[in-house]
């Protein structure tokens, strides 16, 4: 029987942004499903010009109830870890991997540039700068609309610019504020103390939006001695790390991963 895995976008993305990696399991036998978030489904450009009414009010709490269903559906409910999904994320999808795995729903969890959970913070003003200007409270229920100039210098500033322009038209979106200060809240809390199936953090030397000493120190927050973390950094790699040229070799080192956990479990 296949394993499955199933993939989370983030913000400012849809399951569009998953395409690259999908084939790429699919042609290595796992069955692959990229779920949308709520009022996350459809082409991107479609997304951008015409925003669901609804997507301003989007909360994390909607989010994960939603993923929930598919990951269930997918084997997360079995009382096998065996037969449990694989789950990727990225960014506030890497938070959701922390959190359904929190919540015994997976074999194996792979956050990628992913938000931290427990307010979970850095020194970095890029990063402050990006949370300030997404969770500004005075903004209230207004969407945060993502430009081709925004999404160039915090999504993939590893870009050049032509590049960039095609990054964001084949995968941008605008997204809820209140999905980030979900975050931030108690919906982002992770039990970093709990026994936990192998995870396997990456990150981007040059993120803009997760620093990756931020990704190293979501890792180290996990404090079961039984339980396996590790984290690797990508250089030359911004936050679109899963689409910019080198992707593949992410892809690559996650696959690589991924085997050797299943080659340990058959083994056992």
């Known amino acids: 029987m296949k394993k499955t895995i199933i993939f989370m976008h983030g913000m400012f993305q849809n399951p569009k942004s998953w395409e690259k990696w999908i084939a ?10 990229a779920p949308a978030w709520p009022d ?7 997304l951008r010009d015409n925003p669901p009414a609804s997507l301003g009010d989007l909360m994390l709490e909607e989010v994960i109830t939603s993923l929930e269903g598919p990951i269930r559906a997918a084997g997360g409910s079995s009382l096998d870890v065996n037969e449990k999904p694989i789950l990727i994320g990225h960014s506030v999808g890497g938070l959701l991997t922390q959190i359904f795995v929190n919540n015994n729903l997976a074999s194996l969890g792979i956050p990628i540039c992913s938000v931290a959970p427990n307010m979970m913070m850095t020194f970095d003003w890029p990063f402050f700068k990006n949370v300030a200007s997404i969770t500004n409270l005075f903004k209230g229920d207004q969407i945060f609309r993502q430009t081709p100039e925004s999404f160039h210098h915090t999504f993939c500033n590893t870009l050049n610019a032509a590049d960039a322009q095609q990054a964001y038209l084949q995968t941008a979106t605008h997204d809820s504020r209140n999905v980030l200060r ?3 809240g108690s919906s982002g809390h992770v039990d970093l103390d709990m026994p936990h199936v192998p995870l396997l953090f990456i990150g981007a030397k040059e993120d803009h939006i997760i620093p ?11 404090t079961d001695s039984d339980s396996q973390t590790s ?3 990508f250089s030359n790699r911004s936050h679109f790390i899963c689409g910019e040229p080198g992707w593949e070799e992410v892809a690559s080192f996650a696959y690589e991963w991924i085997e050797t956990q299943l ?3 058959a083994v056992v």
């Open 263 to 265: 080659a340990q479990v």
């Open 182 to 184: 979900g975050c931030l």
């Open 212 to 222: 990756p000493d931020l990704v190293e120190k979501n890792c180290k927050a996990y």
């Open 231 to 233: 984290c690797h950094i």
């Open 40 to 46: 996350h489904a459809g082409e991107p450009y479609q």
């Open 24 to 33: 790429y399991f699919t042609e290595r036998d796992f069955n692959c499903i």
